[in-house]
């Protein structure tokens, strides 16, 4: 858990954002040539020694954006990355999380802060009240055009252009651990409107209908059997020991997801839920009940991000365990056997094309065409 919380903390390292947009000096961002007649390939620039892939997003015109700890961020346009830093505008160079508004600018939630592009300079989205003070981790607009961001152990906070409204952050909400601040890493709309927030300090998931919010929480169980393994954040009992070793059951309520640690969520052309825990596998809720994908299906670490592509494929990204492909009967797992770049794989992505990529430790950056891994930027650990 040490080891996942430190790292965690290298992911999402975060500020916020205001209303008042702040000019950064002009610089065209350099366009990065490689010797290959293959492919282009990202390559550092910011001479770090340690860095990621940690998010991908394509735009409305088929760019791929793909953000990393320490090195900024790199567009890729099918021809050339380029590769935008502070010294391009923005506020850091680890960027967490990419979005693009109505209006197609392209908004970078980063360890400082929330910038805009849009297609010439980086801007500033500075507040000045509390929220400019929150790391950013992931970013949201709404159907209606608000900007939701959340933020590591501040909760979550809404932008309507004008005015920021904080949620889920020291309010009257119980939470499981005593935690009365959200740190939240994923937020997504669902095909009826309502938000959901994935929390990963024992807040479960919430779920907003635009009134109040509902949590999901694992049963009781979870926690008599110490299945969070954070046996020393609850008090002890004399009729429940301090520890007990993990034991997973499929005897647990269909009512009660089955991690209070989520880092992603994502939704089916079902209408299904998806959520990516901790020690559990994957979560599937169909809006009455939670089934699990854990040891059976061979998830046996954390998975980190779960995306459906076209053919309607669901696709997991693990910790240890490179990616999972299911195709609704049977899963199918790619490693570095079999070209990936490394097998702890932080997000997918679907291109037009109808390509897979996937960002990875060690500044690894993999496309899957169906057939073939291809490496896509200079790896190395």
């Not at 990875?360 to 073939?372: A, P, V």
Request: a positive charge; hydrophobic letters at 30%.
């Amino acid at each position: 858990m040490k080891r996942i919380s430190s790292l965690l903390l290298l992911l999402i390292l975060g500020g916020v954002c205001n209303g008042q947009y702040q000019s950064q000096p002009k610089r065209t961002a350099g366009k990065i040539k490689t010797n290959t007649t293959a492919h282009p390939k990202m390559v550092r620039t910011q001479g770090t020694n340690y860095t990621q892939v940690d998010c991908g997003f394509m735009d409305k015109t088929g760019k791929l954006w793909f953000g990393t700890l320490n090195e900024g961020v790199y567009c890729y346009d099918g021809t050339y990355f380029t590769n935008f830093t502070k010294k391009d505008g923005l506020l850091s160079n680890n960027v967490n999380a990419i979005v693009e508004d109505k209006a197609g600018n392209i908004l970078f939630g980063t360890a400082n802060g929330i910038c805009r592009y849009d297609g010439k300079t980086i801007t500033n989205l500075t507040a000045k009240e509390d929220a400019s003070k929150n790391p950013v981790t992931c970013l949201l607009e709404d159907k209606q055009g608000n900007l939701w961001f959340g933020t590591m152990n501040n909760g979550v906070y809404r932008y309507d252009g004008k005015n920021f409204k904080n949620f889920l952050n020291n309010d009257d909400h119980k939470f499981n651990l005593g935690n009365h601040s959200q740190y939240i890493v994923r937020i997504i709309q669902d095909k009826m409107g309502n938000l959901w927030f994935s929390s990963w300090n024992g807040g479960g998931v919430w779920r907003y209908d635009g009134k109040s919010f509902k949590n999901f929480l694992p049963s009781t169980d979870y926690y008599k059997f110490n299945e969070d393994q954070r046996s020393s954040n609850k008090p002890t009992t004399e009729s429940i020991p301090n520890f007990i070793p993990i034991t997973f059951t499929d005897s647990r309520p269909k009512d009660c997801i089955h991690d209070d640690m989520i880092f992603s969520i994502c939704e089916d052309k079902a209408g299904n839920l998806w959520f990516a825990t901790r020690r559990h596998g994957a979560c599937r809720y169909d809006g009455k009940s939670f089934t699990g994908f854990r040891e059976q299906e061979g998830f046996v670490n954390q998975v980190y991000f779960i995306l459906e592509d076209k053919h309607g494929n669901i696709w997991f990204t693990t910790e240890s365990s490179g990616v999972w492909c299911y195709d609704g009967k049977t899963f199918r797992n790619f490693t570095t056997k079999d070209g990936l770049t490394n097998n702890a794989v932080w997000f997918g992505l679907e291109d037009k094309k109808g390509n897979l990529w996937f960002g990875t430790r060690g500044f690894g950056l993999s496309r899957f065409d169906g057939k073939t891994f291809t490496t896509f930027s200079e790896y190395s650990e």
